[in-house]
Each structure stands twice: as structure tokens, then as C-alpha cells.
């Protein structure tokens, strides 16, 4: 079945400095979401991506959707202590809605 | 809108129990869905629903049921509590499959 690997599991940084998660599928994917989940609380929409290729940017985070659609990346420029949180991709493969998580990267950042 | 509601919020069952997790959302969305969140593991799909009256397996559904009757909700039923289905639990909503995903607050489940 179709798999989501997320890497690194965890990331520790100091203030400041870059971070970045990679995400890879086991299939070629229709779309790629992204997620933040900050401790306690639930998970909560970033952004999503469909087009090969595709890079999108928000503010201090970019996010870049492989050209064959197996793998993404998410790229927080000079982190802040409110990046804190754990950072999901999702794919969805095919049209059944189906949509499948990665493990998380928890990012923690040091003042 | 209160989008997507959960309850209970936190719950604590022993091993054997039956117990339903309730699922409401007031968006208006077809497609409706349960994950469990374990340490390292990240979300896994239970179930999933793209619209009443439909239901599928996810990653994980063994001792999950699931149903549909209306679109506004989608409980999660447990059969027999085992203590490896202790978790975090969420429902989530979108207008379609391919949508982002409105999640719930989850229900803290301890089964002892």
C-alpha cells in the first residue's frame, strides 16, 4: 500500500537558524498537504501542492513539490521559537481521497 | 461554525469495553475521516468516508467500526478495548478527498 516517509524524525536548532523536513512517497502522488501541529493541539492546514514542480512560499517557509511527484520538502528560513511543533506532510494517490500522513518532524528551537 | 467537534474529550475504558467515539461537523463536508496519533508514528488512517452512506479502510482499521448515516457525522466505534488502542484520536473533515483537512480537538483515549 501506499506509504508516506517523513524525515528527520526530530530537529533541534537554535533560534535563527534554517530548517527543513523531506517527505518521500512509495507512489506517485495527485497532491501533497502540509501540516503543523503544535504540542497539545491538533493538526492544521499549511498549504498544499499538485503541480510538478510546484514551489510555494509563506513568508519564512518554502515548500517544494518534487518533479515526479514522489517527494516534497518543507524550508523554514531563520526559525523562530513559534515554529515550535511538529510539521506533517499528506499525500493523497489516485482520486479515492484516500489521504496518508508522514511521521512528523518535531522541530524544537532554542532561544 | 464550530467546524469539527469531538467528544468525549478525554476518556479512560478497561480492557473488553465497547465505546463509541462521536464525530459532528456542521461544514457541510463530504468526505470525513479517524486517525490515530501514537508517539513516533505519526497520524494513521483508520477510516474514511467520502460522502453518507460510504465508508473504507484506512491504514489501520482492525477492531474499528465505523458508519455513516448522515453527513454531518461519523462515530468511531470500538468493539473490545485492547490496551495497543490507546491513543490520540482525531476526526477530520473536508469538502473532498483532495481538500485540506479540518481537524477536531481528538479524544485522549487511556484503555487500561
Known amino acids: 500500500g501506499q506509504q508516506v516517509m517523513q524525515i528527520p524524525q526530530y530537529q533541534h536548532v537554535q533560534e535563527g537558524e534554517d530548517f527543513t523536513t523531506y517527505c518521500n512517497s512509495s507512489?506517485?502522488?495527485?497532491?501533497i498537504q502540509w501540516y503543523k501541529q503544535r504540542p497539545g493541539g491538533h493538526p492544521v492546514f499549511l498549504i498544499q501542492?499538485?503541480?510538478?514542480?510546484e514551489v510555494k512560499k509563506q513568508k519564512r517557509l518554502t515548500f517544494q513539490f518534487g518533479e515526479a511527484k514522489k517527494n516534497s520538502s518543507l524550508h523554514i528560513t531563520a526559525t523562530q521559537t513559534t515554529d515550535v511543533g511538529t510539521y506533517f506532510c499528506?499525500?493523497?494517490?489516485?482520486?479515492?481521497?484516500?489521504?496518508?500522513f508522514g511521521q512528523g518532524t518535531t522541530l524544537q528551537v532554542k532561544p | 461554525n464550530a467546524g469539527v467537534t469531538q467528544t468525549p474529550k478525554f476518556q479512560v475504558l478497561k480492557t473488553g469495553q465497547s465505546m463509541t467515539l462521536q464525530c459532528a461537523q456542521d461544514?457541510?463536508?463530504?468526505?470525513m475521516s479517524w486517525y490515530r496519533q501514537d508517539p513516533g508514528m505519526g497520524l494513521r488512517l483508520i477510516h474514511y468516508?467520502?460522502?453518507?452512506?460510504?465508508?473504507d479502510q484506512g491504514e489501520v482499521p482492525n477492531g474499528y467500526n465505523v458508519s455513516r448515516s448522515t453527513t454531518e457525522d461519523f462515530p468511531l466505534r470500538l468493539l473490545s478495548a485492547a490496551p495497543s488502542q490507546t491513543s490520540v484520536y482525531f476526526c477530520?473533515?473536508?469538502?473532498?478527498?483532495?481538500?485540506?483537512?479540518?481537524f477536531g480537538d481528538g479524544t485522549r483515549l487511556s484503555i487500561l
Open positions: 468516508s467520502v460522502g453518507a452512506g460510504i465508508t
Open positions: 501542492l499538485v503541480k510538478s514542480g
Open positions: 477530520a473533515s473536508s469538502y473532498q478527498g483532495m481538500q485540506p483537512q479540518h
Open positions: 461544514m457541510n463536508h463530504e468526505y
Open positions: 507512489t506517485t502522488l495527485s497532491n
Open positions: 499528506a499525500g493523497n494517490s489516485g482520486n479515492t481521497g484516500k489521504l496518508i
